[in-house]
């Protein structure tokens, strides 16, 4: 049985103090929850909120990070500096870091690596533009990403990497893949991860949906056989809507 992952990508929102006050709102109420509970913050308050979260079952993620081990790299964040900080999870290859910093397969396969090494667990991205499904591409898409992503990743450890399938065209923009949609998309991606790690790895591999989750929906989707999780945005920065995407 593989345990849903419900996690909240807070982009580039919220200071330290509110990060730690949403922490303390939800901890009491997460008891009971059948799923992970994952909390993606902005990098500036990783320790802060880790900090808040020790001993609640809440987890903590960064949302990126550099693959290089250190050295001369402004502004970037080494993997080992994630882990002096017990960070459980790391977004990689989000959408808006392909579009917006140029990400390519490669880099996104390096962090990969480095992330596994180092202990931290990929939350490795995927999805494609709303012309890619238009021309009936997506599935060539997805794979191409989710398996360059995997590149060099044994079998152990690649059934421990989390994915999300984020369809480009649904982020931020109120517009939801149908769960039937985005449960083919990750049944497919399943069948790919498959083809080449066999089912024991296939089958353990968590497979989140991304794209304008919200409590109202989150239930269909959740009800879908091989959609494992979520990964949301705007509606995970409020703590009360947040709660409501544990309700599935
Ligand atoms: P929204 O939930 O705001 O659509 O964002 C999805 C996302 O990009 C999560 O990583």
């Known amino acids: ?41 902005p990098a500036t308050m990783l320790a802060q909120l880790k900090q808040a979260a020790t001993g609640t079952g809440v987890k903590i993620g960064a949302q990126n990070m ?3 081990e250190d050295g ?8 080992a500096m994630l882990s002096d900080l017990k960070i459980d999870y790391v977004i990689i290859g989000h959408s808006e870091r392909r579009q917006y910093f140029n990400e390519t397969d490669q880099g996104v396969n390096e962090k990969v690596l480095k992330a596994l090494e180092t202990g931290i667990t990929p939350i490795l991205c995927c999805g ?26 044994p079998a152990e450890k690649a059934a421990t990497v989390v994915i999300a399938y984020e369809p480009i065209w649904a982020i931020g923009t109120g517009k939801t893949a149908t769960s039937e949609d985005a449960n083919t998309v990750i049944s497919f991606i399943r069948e790919s991860v498959d083809a080449v790690y ?17 409590p109202s929906n989150v239930k269909t989707l959740m009800a879908e056989t091989d959609i494992d999780g979520a990964l ?16 599935f």
């Not at 009971?32 to 993606?40: H, K, R, S």
């Not at 066999?198 to 919200?214: D, F, H, N, P, T």
């Open 128 to 153: 494609e533009t709303l012309e890619e499904r238009e021309a009936g591409n997506t599935n060539e898409v997805v794979k191409k990403q989710v398996l360059a992503g995997l590149e060099g990743v």
């Open 66 to 68: 550099h693959q290089a």
């Open 198 to 214: 066999g089912k024991e790895v296939s089958e353990a591999v968590r497979i989140q949906y991304g794209g304008s989750v919200k």
């Open 72 to 79: 001369a790299f402004t502004g970037e964040i080494s993997a």
């Open 1 to 41: 049985m593989r345990k849903p992952i419900i996690a909240g990508n807070w982009k580039m929102n919220k200071t330290i103090d509110q990060g730690i006050s949403f922490v303390n709102e939800i901890k009491e109420k997460i008891a009971g929850t059948d799923a992970e509970v994952v909390l993606c913050p």
């Open 232 to 247: 949301v945005g705007g509606a995970s920065l409020d703590p009360e809507s947040f709660l409501g995407l544990l309700d």
